[in-house]
């Protein structure tokens, strides 16, 4: 597709299960970010990739945080041991250049995630 | 990366120009404002961003104070489809850190 692909749209879990959310960057993007985005607040930064490499993971709000991007291109979030605080908006976003040129950043629709 | 203010929320009439202001009184000189915006359900999309010229595109225009501490984005014509909200932020143009996103500007257009 055209733009940034992330599924599932909606998730909902117990607390305590697993999740992982996918994230498909606009094709050769070399820059990703994952952000999440509470109810009512502005995105927070969690994690960027630079192709394979996590080059930044300072916002992933615990150790149950984790991301991976193995082949410089689709990337998964993974929330192990859901709280009801990690419930949010997940958003995924590509650039095209790495670190040396900023640019336009272009986001995914999302995955909301309830933790019940 | 210098912070941002913006008002929390603002209605504007369709069809009239919509202007959201942005404050940014310690941005440093190689800092570069950026508007991005979220309609309901979305993901932000990017609108336009500038240095100290004022810029426009086929969205929106900015203009930016000639001290830099403050810029105006304006929407010409506002539809029904601009209603969002509307984040100012400031960065520097080349780096590998992130956008920071405050809590933005909720614009309301109004038939």
């Known amino acids: 597709g055209a733009g940034v692909s992330q599924s599932p749209r909606y998730k909902v879990a117990k607390r305590g299960q697993d999740v992982a959310l996918r994230c498909d960057p606009i094709s050769g993007h070399v820059s990703l970010f994952w952000y999440q985005q509470a109810l009512g607040q502005g995105p927070e930064f969690l994690t960027y990739f630079q192709n394979e490499a996590q080059l930044d993971k300072s916002g992933l709000p615990s150790d149950r945080f984790f991301a991976e991007r193995p082949e410089g291109s689709v990337s998964t979030l993974k929330i192990q041991r859901t709280q009801q605080e990690d419930s949010a908006v997940y958003l995924c976003a590509s650039r095209a250049g790495g670190g040396g040129i900023t640019g336009e950043l272009f986001f995914g629709e999302g995955s909301r995630l309830t933790v019940l | 990366d210098a912070k941002t203010t913006q008002p929390p929320s603002m209605d504007c009439a369709e069809g009239r120009a919509a202007n959201l202001p942005c404050n940014h009184s310690?941005?440093?000189?190689?800092?570069?404002v950026y508007w991005y915006r979220q309609i309901h359900s979305q993901g932000p999309q990017y609108i336009i961003h500038g240095l100290k010229n004022n810029e426009t595109n086929e969205m929106a225009s900015l203009i930016i104070t000639e001290d830099r501490k403050s810029s105006t984005l304006i929407l010409p014509h506002a539809t029904l489809r601009d209603t969002a909200v509307y984040y100012c932020i400031v960065r520097f143009y080349s780096g590998n850190t992130p956008l920071v996103f405050g809590k933005g500007t909720r614009l309301s257009v109004i038939a």
């Open positions: 310690t941005i440093s000189g190689n800092e570069y």
